[in-house]
């Protein structure tokens, strides 16, 4: 399993932000056509997977996670054959955007119940730490590698080294030995399993904050992505590589963070992390050209991805243990579709607001909203409920 994670994630951070950089140098996109290409592909595909959770839930996890790797895999591997044969359109881009995506929440619901079934509940945290160490360590090596591919082969050689990364993926879920037993069967899919991951999470007093919160930051993150590939890229002048090793060699914090998360098991944990990660992105509104200018990136994505690194394994094991066995797979869906349909909008609103205000402008406004985040995490004081006064006893006769 963790061989299998392992080799998407490099195949995923090889191809970081693949797609726009196709847009942006062989389609000649504009910010407002970059964020329409991440915004429909995250929307698209989250509406197709709404149905997946109830569906993933009542199968096996392994075979679902296999076939969404193989599709990945098939899918992706169409936009290099379309580059090479000077047949790419950005619909074909849209569309395989929306085929990956759909797959993705597919396969971090599946993975999430299989994960739950495979480590004990005490190691939860530890395995959560190794899967984000993992992460960190290919975000590190994986964009260098990818900037240094695309000026010397194009960009969509990344694309094939990420397809490449879902085979691999499906070859290390076929290994794992073991059988796994069968969920209950559900010949219907109804609404009610649906809508059921929601109901979960919002009438859960500790799973509510958590979830608007991720929710909220990733978005707001991630809105600003494609406007930054455009403000470094067009506007300032770096190359692909100075581009991806700004994003990548910081995430050697996310490395230290999730190395840091096993040792650090204070009841706070979430609050503090989740307060840092919240003030990184205000400044890279004042990114210039040059050397300084590429010194401020690495620094604030170097404080934020290390208070994500330490984020990340407590929020993902404090979900899984707030979340019964039998709504896992419809609770991750939930939380996924609900996180890529707001990516989706941010980002296509961002880019709108880009196309007005400006670029930097957009991105001050993201970093400074950023900044309110961390009021969801602060949990309220219970005031403790007085213990009823008993009546006095009737006199004796």
């Known amino acids: ?12 951070w090889i191809a970081f932000d693949a797609f726009p950089l196709i847009a942006i140098l062989v389609l000649d996109a504009g910010p407002a056509a970059v964020s329409a290409l991440a915004a429909a592909g995250l929307a698209v595909g989250a509406l197709v ?10 199968r096996r996890k392994r075979p679902v996670m296999i076939a969404t790797d193989l599709v990945r895999f098939v899918a992706l591997l169409t936009v290099p054959i379309a580059v090479w044969m000077g047949w790419l359109t950005f619909t074909h881009l849209v569309l395989v955007s929306v085929l990956v995506a759909a797959c993705g929440i597919a396969f971090r619901a599946a993975s999430g119940a299989y994960v739950k079934g495979l480590v004990p509940p005490d190691e939860l945290l530890r395995a959560n730490a190794r899967f984000e160490s993992t992460n960190w360590t290919a975000a590190v090596l994986g964009p260098p590698l990818g900037g240094a591919a695309i000026g010397l082969l194009g ?3 990344t694309v094939v080294a990420n397809a490449a990364s879902f085979a691999l993926s499906a070859l290390g879920l076929r290994a794992i030995g073991g059988g796994e037993p069968a969920p ?17 999470i919002l009438g859960d007093p500790d799973l509510r ?4 919160n991720t929710v909220l930051v990733s978005g707001l993150i ?55 990660r919240a003030c990184c992105s205000l400044p890279l509104a004042f990114v210039m050209p040059g050397p300084g200018g590429l010194a401020l990136v690495l620094a604030t ?20 243990q707030l979340t019964p066995d039998d709504r896992i797979a419809r609770t991750l869906a939930a939380w996924n579709v609900t996180s890529n349909l707001t990516i989706a909008v941010l980002t296509a609103a ?37 213990s009823p006064v008993p009546a006095p006893a009737p006199p004796s006769r």
């Open 1 to 12: 399993m963790w061989a299998a994670y392992a080799a998407s994630t490099f195949g995923t």
């Open 49 to 58: 997977a709404i149905p997946l959770g109830p569906w993933v839930e009542f």
């Open 155 to 157: 960009p969509a050689v």
């Open 184 to 200: 209950a069967p559900r010949p219907t899919t109804q609404l009610s399993d649906v809508l059921e991951g929601w109901r979960f």
């Open 209 to 212: 904050p958590l979830f608007l």
């Open 222 to 276: 991630l809105a600003t992505a494609p406007l930054m590939a455009v403000l470094m890229l067009s506007e300032l002048g770096f190359s692909p590589f100075a581009y991806a090793v700004a994003f990548g060699v910081p995430c050697v914090g996310g490395i230290i963070g999730a190395r840091l998360a096993r040792r650090w098991t204070s009841g706070r944990v979430l609050l503090v992390a989740g307060t840092l």
């Open 301 to 320: 994505q170097f404080a934020l991805v290390t208070s994500m690194g330490v984020f990340m394994p407590h929020f993902a094991t404090r979900r899984l």
């Open 350 to 386: 961002w880019g709108v607001l880009a196309a007005v205000i400006g670029l930097r402008e957009a991105v001050a406004a993201a970093g400074a909203l950023l900044l309110l985040t961390p009021l969801l995490l602060v949990r309220p004081r219970r005031v403790p409920t007085p």
